[in-house]
């Protein structure tokens, strides 16, 4: 029977954690959003349905129990809510502040669809979660039996640190490599410290130390350590590099100083935030304060982008994006963030070249959406004659990201991938064509969501156990 605390969305409307002003926010890379106190956040738990079929849970990519640790924290069982909802979750204080939920879980709410606006339901999650660090429920893995098995993890990342921790949790010995002095990959040096403050990621990572799992960072693959290397020092090897290539314009000037790439952006400021010296920053290579700032794309990196120059300083920051906002990549939710912060969208709008170097200016060309590609988006096509100039002091190129070529810089020619340079697995087990392993995350599925790395690596671990005659004992985050 249904908990009566429970089905209250006709007579409590949707409230969301207080949201700092625009003004106080512009001004640090703290986190955006407040925290709920428990009553709140019963109470908004509380508006769940329970219904039958629940969407949300269909449209998280890791299947969590979403109603059900609604309904225990609407009753005010809190460690059981948070002991649910970790159950199919290693990171659950990440997803619960990064997942586009407007897109996943809560863009699919019943009672969204009804018109009563959907459960919060990430920052229902986010509070659980930041209360289980708080009360000490969240303990260092316990291994019960310790295996003789290792896997080697590529890349620290959140498809292999989840996979490295349910692995841990099974008593198989792994160390993870990385090309970074830290791990946690773009947790740590790719999402501003606005959507993910640095500390939430840091006491993850401390917790896999102490549960037994090795690190061996500022290790490139190919350069510090040969791939040969790593499998012949493990029964198993997951990669789990992501993609950071990132995609090139064209045109006239395109070479001009002052075109920078999004990755090397962020990476700046966020190392700058982390007390790093970076002297790409200091000397004002990759800092927009004071600066027209043109930041050219429409997805999540774009709008990271544009609200890190807001933050360092920018005397104007613009968006150029070829399609209209109703079919931008991004999510809906930081376009709005950006926008009251202060960020100018030119939607229908594309670089035809650049002037000046350093670069002064961006010969922009006006677009129209044209007749539906195969999957049914419009085309964007110029609109001839409406062309104009953009003057600028730094353009940000956030157009995508493309994989390594890893059998090229690994020299392992017998590792398989696709036509757009993805490794090839299978989709169960995500075994590569080399006998003992397997990939995950962005390197398999091209630049996608943390949430389907987390469930790649999970998937992976549990196909190594099963490679290892090991059932699982528990694939989840304690």
Same mark, same amino acid.
């Given at each position: 029977?249904?908990? &009566?605390? @429970? ?21 640090? =890379? ?51 809510a948070y002991v649910q909802s970790?159950?199919?979750?290693? =990171? ?11 897109? %996943? ?24 979660? /930041? ?14 039996? +310790? &295996? ?8 620290? !990342? ?53 549960? *037994?799992?090795?690190? $061996? %960072? ?9 791939? +040969? ?19 090139? %314009?064209? *045109?006239?000037?395109? *070479?001009?100083? !002052? ?12 190392? #700058?935030? %982390?007390?790093? $010296? ?45 399609? /209209?906002?109703?079919?931008?990549? *991004?999510?809906?939710? $930081?376009?709005?963030?950006? $926008? +009251?912060?202060?960020?100018? =969208? ?7 070249? =650049? ?7 961006? @010969?922009?060309?006006? @677009? ?7 999957? !049914? ?11 104009? @100039? ?17 059998? #090229?810089?690994?020299?392992?020619? /017998? ?8 490794? #090839? ?17 962005d390197i398999v599925r091209g ?8 469930? /790649? ?22």
């Open positions: 029977m249904t908990s &009566r605390k @429970m089905l209250k969305f006709v007579d409590v409307a949707r409230d969301m954690p207080e949201k700092r002003d625009p003004i106080s926010r512009r001004g640090d =890379f703290r986190e955006i959003y407040g925290d709920y106190a428990a009553r709140k956040a019963a109470e908004q738990a509380g508006r769940c349905s329970q219904c039958g079929v629940p969407y949300c849970q269909t449209h998280c990519p890791l299947h969590n129990n979403i109603p059900d640790w609604l309904l225990l924290a609407a009753e005010g069982r809190l460690r059981e970790q159950a199919t979750n290693t =990171f659950p204080e990440i997803c619960g502040r990064i997942c586009p939920q407007d897109r %996943l879980c809560e863009g699919n709410c019943v009672i969204e669809q009804a018109g009563h606006g959907t459960v919060t339901i990430g920052s229902i999650e986010r509070y659980l979660t /930041d209360l289980a660090w708080e009360e000490g429920w969240v303990q260092p893995i316990q291994v019960t039996v +310790e &295996r003789g098995e290792t896997v080697g993890v590529i890349g620290a !990342g959140p498809g292999g640190l989840a996979a490295a921790e349910a692995l841990r949790r099974n008593g198989v010995q792994v160390t993870v490599y990385d090309r970074h002095d830290r791990a946690g990959g773009l947790l740590i040096y790719g999402i501003p410290g606005f959507k993910l403050e640095k500390d939430v990621v840091l006491a993850r990572i401390a917790q896999l130390r102490e549960g *037994g799992v090795e690190f $061996e %960072l500022n290790c490139e693959v190919g350069k510090d350590r040969s791939f +040969e290397d790593i499998r012949r020092r493990h029964d198993a090897v997951i990669v789990a590099t992501g993609v950071y290539r990132s995609r090139e %314009l064209s *045109g006239p000037g395109v *070479g001009s100083a !002052g075109i920078v790439r999004a990755i090397d952006f962020l990476t700046a400021s966020n190392r #700058k935030g %982390l007390g790093d $010296e970076v002297p790409d920053f200091d000397s004002g290579t990759l800092d927009a304060n004071g600066r027209r700032v043109v930041v050219i794309g429409g997805g999540d990196t774009a709008m990271d982008c544009v609200r890190t120059a807001v933050r360092q300083g920018a005397r104007s920051v613009r968006c150029l994006y070829r399609r /209209d906002r109703a079919n931008m990549p *991004g999510s809906q939710r $930081e376009v709005a963030n950006a $926008e +009251e912060e202060g960020v100018e =969208f030119a939607w229908l709008t594309t670089p035809k070249g =650049f002037t000046g170097n350093p670069v002064g200016g961006v @010969m922009v060309q006006r @677009m129209r959406l044209g007749a539906a590609d195969p999957s !049914g988006r419009e085309t964007p096509e110029v609109v001839e004659g409406a062309d104009y @100039m953009e003057e600028v002091d730094l353009v940000i190129t956030a157009l995508g990201f493309e994989p390594e070529n890893l059998p #090229k810089l690994w020299r392992f020619k /017998d590792l398989e991938v696709t036509r757009w340079g993805t490794v #090839k697995t299978d989709f169960r087990t995500h075994a590569t064509s080399l006998d003992g392993v397997y990939a995950v995350g630049a996608s969501l943390v949430v389907w790395a987390i469930r /790649d690596g999970r998937e992976a671990a549990e196909a190594i156990l099963e490679r290892f005659n090991t059932p699982a004992i528990g694939i989840a985050a304690q």
